[in-house]
């Protein structure tokens, strides 16, 4: 995992939101269950925790941060009793929020509201519905009953879908939510919701770490409905974050498409200070294909750290493996189904080529898709070098043996490939090359050099890693490839 940024022990002045929307480098920051700060009817009030983590979020979005922030997601049980007077001083806290135009989602747990999203008006609904977020820029809309909001979010050059639903959404709710993706087809979902998969383990273990931290997690029967009627189906649906229960834990499930979707508990009411405010951040890194996870409470990192107690030392960030992981994950490949890979248009190598190319070669503009390759056929040299290529077959090598394949990687200069059949032994097949065939250089002397290059296919037997190297060379179009000098070869 990479080092994060930072951590000041310094009590924090709030600064500017100012995410980056093109980084590939971004992240969600995302609270859970804050209710022990917000209990008002039994007179128990403290926001301090609250608005230091508020604060964070705001002073670590940006580059210069090293997290880019760029939404914060709540999952549910804001008060402890849904209490008016506890939403008074929580509408209070958001107000750090709001008056620095921070993305942000809310949602309503069993212990904010009673019922499901029927209940009509609450002093939830009246303090963080859809009102609050008329402002907002990433707002995306609501369900009839308000319960249910849309956020829209700006991060690494795309948009991305969040789903804040109701603690017990209705068959109304989820029709609203299917509808939603479905005005949204291109943009990955993210659903966020006070229930959905529990831990398949205890709190009496500790530190929390039992069985398999990958597979610690099961659907509950509400979430085995959120599941049938609104994720299975739901191939945009990648990630989905819910509160409620502890320990934490995640699960991963096929959905109907075969593609994998990460599902992940986090909650920290039954720590220290009720959590205190702690902060899951999600740090998304589309370079890497990868989303690190850690967990930290952003008020105790702002007291003094010499002034910090033992136990609070201890839940400054917590780096257990159910709480700080990396999750791989290959965006593109997860996206294809509605975000089709782009391919560039096809660049002339004049384009390409770098000072110093010895050899150039690319197969586009050669034979037809699937047709052999030919001795009639040069395959020339746009360095300008003359080392242009030719067929040599070996003996018994069938007429197929290499042929002309429009296969490419989408961000290949050139459109084609060469394609090499295989599956018999002994060795058979042809080689391109520039050489008579008496000079045909051994398979251990594939490195060209000036003047004299050769690529060697065969049929059956074991490759060696020279002869894979090249192999590789040659199926993806002439990209370098580890064996070949790419001072001699440009990307084809």
Do not use: C
Not at 183 to 193: E, G, L, R, S, Y
Not at 293 to 318: F, G, Y
């Amino acid at each position: 995992m990479p080092a994060f940024a930072a951590e000041s022990n310094k009590a924090t002045k709030t600064g500017t939101w100012r995410p980056n929307p093109t980084s590939l480098q971004f992240t969600l920051a995302v609270m859970p269950d804050t209710q022990y700060l917000a209990w008002g009817s039994q007179d128990s009030i403290n926001m301090k925790p609250l608005e230091e983590s508020f604060r964070y979020v705001i002073n670590n979005s940006g580059d210069d941060s090293g997290d880019n922030i760029v939404f914060l997601a709540g999952l549910g049980d804001i008060t402890q009793d849904g209490d008016p007077t506890s939403f008074e001083a929580v509408g209070k806290a958001f107000k750090v929020l709001d008056n620095h135009d921070v993305a942000y989602s809310v949602l309503a747990g069993n212990h904010d509201v009673t019922g499901d999203d029927s209940r009509g008006d609450s002093a939830y609904l009246q303090t963080l519905g859809p009102q609050r977020f008329k402002r907002a820029k990433t707002f995306a809309g609501a369900d009839p009953s308000g319960y249910n909001t849309a956020h829209i979010f700006q991060a690494a050059g795309r948009s991305w879908l969040l789903l804040a639903l109701d603690w017990r959404t209705t068959d109304a709710g989820l029709a609203w939510a299917n509808d939603m993706i479905k005005a949204h087809p291109k943009m990955p979902v993210i659903v966020t919701t006070h229930e959905l998969v529990d831990s398949t383990y205890g709190d009496e273990v500790f530190p929390y770490e039992s069985g398999d931290p990958e597979n610690n997690a099961v659907l509950t029967s509400y979430g085995q409905r959120l599941w049938d009627e609104l994720i299975k189906d739901n191939d945009q649906i990648f990630l989905t974050l819910n509160g409620h229960f502890w320990p934490n834990g995640r699960m991963t499930k096929k959905n109907a498409h075969g593609n994998d979707v990460h599902m992940h508990i986090t909650n920290y009411q039954n720590r220290f200070m009720g959590g205190g405010a702690m902060l899951r951040l999600y740090h998304f890194d589309l370079a890497r294909n990868t989303i690190d996870v850690e967990t930290k409470n952003p008020w105790i990192l702002a007291e003094d750290a010499a002034a910090r107690s033992p136990l609070a030392q201890e839940h400054s960030r917590i780096t257990g493996p159910v709480d700080n992981f990396s999750m791989p994950i290959n965006f593109g490949e997860r996206f294809a189904s509605f975000i089709p890979l782009p391919i560039r248009p096809a660049r002339p190598a004049s384009k390409v080529l770098v000072k110093g190319t010895l050899a150039y070669w690319r197969f586009d503009g050669g034979g037809a898709d699937g047709t052999p390759v030919t001795s009639a056929q040069t395959i020339r040299d746009l360095s300008g070098k003359g080392n242009d290529l030719t067929l040599v077959t070996l003996p018994g090598a069938d007429a197929d043996a290499l042929t002309w394949s429009a296969d490419h990687h989408p961000d290949q200069p050139g459109h084609a490939s060469l394609k090499f059949a295989g599956g018999r032994n002994p060795v058979h097949g042809g080689s391109v090359e520039p050489l008579p065939a008496e000079h045909h250089l051994p398979h251990d002397q594939l490195e060209p050099r000036p003047g004299r290059a050769a690529v060697v296919a065969h049929r059956g037997g074991e490759r060696r890693p020279a002869e894979q190297a090249v192999h590789r060379q040659l199926a993806s179009g002439g990209q370098p490839v580890p064996g070949v000098n790419r001072r001699h070869l440009a990307r084809a």
